[in-house]
C-alpha cells in the first residue's frame, strides 16, 4: 500500500514538475515575443505597418505552441464609432473595414472606461448586432482588449480573441505591454507622417508646396505625358500696398481654395512663391489645359473678397514622357508672362491665358528648385 502511494505521489509531482516546465518554457517564448516586438514596432514610420505589425504580434503572443489559431485585431476608435483596421487570424479569415458602435461591444466600453488591459468571455446576449455577428462567425469565446494611446488620447484598441481557453492574468500583463510598446511606436510614425507632411505643405494656403510639387514631377514625368499649368494671382502687390499683407493671404487662401475645387483628386496644385501656383496634370488631352485653365480663372472671378475682384492669368505647355519637367514649366512659365507683360488693356491682361511650346532660350526662365534662391528678377519685368 506504501509503495502503490509512493508512486502515485511520485507521478504526481512528475506531472507538476513537467507543468512547471511547460508554463516556463511559455513564459519564455512570451518574452522571447516582447523581445521581438520591441525591434519590429520601431523599425517601421508607416503607421499602417505599426499596427499591422502589433496585430500579428498579439495573436502570435497569446498562441502556445499545439493551441488552437487565436485571432488579433485592432479596431480604430473615432467619437462614439470603432472600426477594424488590421487583423491577424491562422485561419486566414479578415474582417478588415467592419465597423459598430462602441457600445455594441460587451468589453471594449469597459476596456475604454478602465484605460488599461481587461480580459473577460464574450457572451452574444450582451452584444449588438455587429459585434454579435464577428462573434458567431469567427466563434470567439473570450478575449482580452488594451487600448492604444496617441498624445494621451485613445487611438484605438488591440484584441486578442481565443476560440477555447480564457486569457490568463499573465497574459493580459504581457498584452498590456505590447499594447504599451505599439502606442510608443504608433505616436513615433504618426510623427514622422505629420513632418513628411509639413515638408511638402504650404503654410498659408495647405496646398502642396514647392519641395511637394517637385516631388511629384520626379515621380510622374519620367513615366507618363503631362501637362503643367502656371497660374499667378493678377494685381496681388496693389492689393498688399492698398490693404495690408492680411489683405494679401487672406486673397492667397481664397484663390487657393477655389484652384483646388477645380483640380482633380489625381493632379498635383501646389503653391511655389508669394503669388505663383502649379497644378500637374497627367495623361491629358490636347483640350484638358485650356479647358482646367478657363474653369480655373472663372472660379477665381466668382470671388467676391472685401479687396474686389479677383483673377488669375494662366499659361501651359505639355510634355511627353520622360520630357524634362522643368523645361515644359519655363516653357509655361515664359507663356503666363508673356501674357501678362503684352500691351494689352488691364481687364485682357488680367484674364489672359497663353499656350504653346516656344523654342528653347526664347524668352524662357529657369524655375529654381527649392534648394536655390529665389528668382526676384520677374517681378521687375512683370511690373510688380
Request: charged share 25%; with cysteine.
Amino acid at each position: 500500500m506504501n509503495h502503490k502511494n509512493s508512486a502515485t505521489e511520485v507521478a504526481r509531482l512528475r506531472e507538476e514538475l513537467a507543468a512547471c516546465h511547460e508554463l516556463l518554457a511559455e513564459q519564455r517564448r512570451q518574452m522571447t515575443v516582447l523581445e521581438f516586438a520591441t525591434q519590429a514596432l520601431t523599425f517601421s514610420l508607416d503607421p499602417e505597418q505599426v499596427i499591422q505589425t502589433a496585430t500579428g504580434l498579439a495573436a502570435t503572443l497569446a498562441s502556445p505552441p499545439g493551441g488552437s489559431a487565436r485571432r488579433g485585431v485592432y479596431y480604430e476608435i473615432s467619437a462614439d464609432t470603432m472600426r477594424i483596421i488590421a487583423d491577424s487570424d491562422d485561419t486566414g479569415a479578415s474582417a478588415v473595414g467592419t465597423w459598430m458602435p462602441i457600445a455594441e461591444h460587451p468589453l471594449i466600453p469597459r476596456a475604454l472606461a478602465a484605460g488599461e488591459a481587461v480580459t473577460g468571455a464574450l457572451d452574444p446576449e450582451h452584444a449588438g448586432p455587429r459585434a454579435r455577428q464577428i462573434i458567431a462567425r469567427f466563434g470567439l469565446k473570450f478575449a482580452a482588449y488594451v487600448p492604444v494611446r496617441v498624445n494621451k488620447a485613445v487611438h484605438g484598441v488591440l484584441v486578442v480573441s481565443t476560440r477555447d481557453k480564457p486569457i490568463t492574468e499573465d497574459l493580459v500583463e504581457r498584452l498590456g505591454g505590447l499594447g504599451a510598446l505599439t502606442s510608443l511606436a504608433l505616436t513615433n510614425a504618426l510623427r514622422h507622417r505629420e513632418a513628411e507632411a509639413n515638408a511638402v505643405t504650404d503654410a498659408l494656403t495647405g496646398l502642396t508646396n514647392r519641395r511637394g510639387f517637385e516631388h511629384a514631377v520626379d515621380r510622374l514625368a519620367s513615366r507618363r505625358p503631362f501637362a503643367i499649368l502656371a497660374i499667378d494671382v493678377d494685381s496681388l502687390k496693389s492689393i498688399n500696398d492698398g490693404y495690408g499683407h492680411a489683405a494679401g493671404d487672406a486673397l492667397l487662401v481664397a484663390i487657393g481654395q477655389v484652384l483646388a475645387s477645380v483640380a482633380r483628386k489625381d493632379e498635383t496644385l501646389a503653391r511655389i512663391g508669394g503669388d505663383e501656383f502649379v497644378l500637374l496634370i497627367s495623361d491629358p488631352s490636347e483640350e484638358t489645359p485650356l479647358m482646367v485653365a478657363r474653369r480655373m480663372r472663372q472660379a477665381v472671378a466668382a470671388l467676391r473678397l472685401p479687396t474686389g475682384p479677383a483673377s488669375v492669368s494662366v499659361g501651359w505647355a505639355a510634355g511627353a514622357a520622360g520630357d524634362d519637367a522643368y523645361l515644359v514649366l519655363q516653357r509655361a512659365d515664359a507663356l503666363l508672362y508673356a501674357a501678362k507683360t503684352s500691351e494689352r488693356t488691364p481687364r485682357e491682361t488680367q484674364s489672359a491665358v497663353a499656350s504653346g511650346t516656344p523654342a528653347a532660350g526664347k524668352g524662357t526662365r529657369s524655375l529654381p528648385r527649392s534648394d536655390a534662391a529665389p528668382d526676384r528678377g520677374r517681378r521687375a519685368r512683370a511690373g510688380r
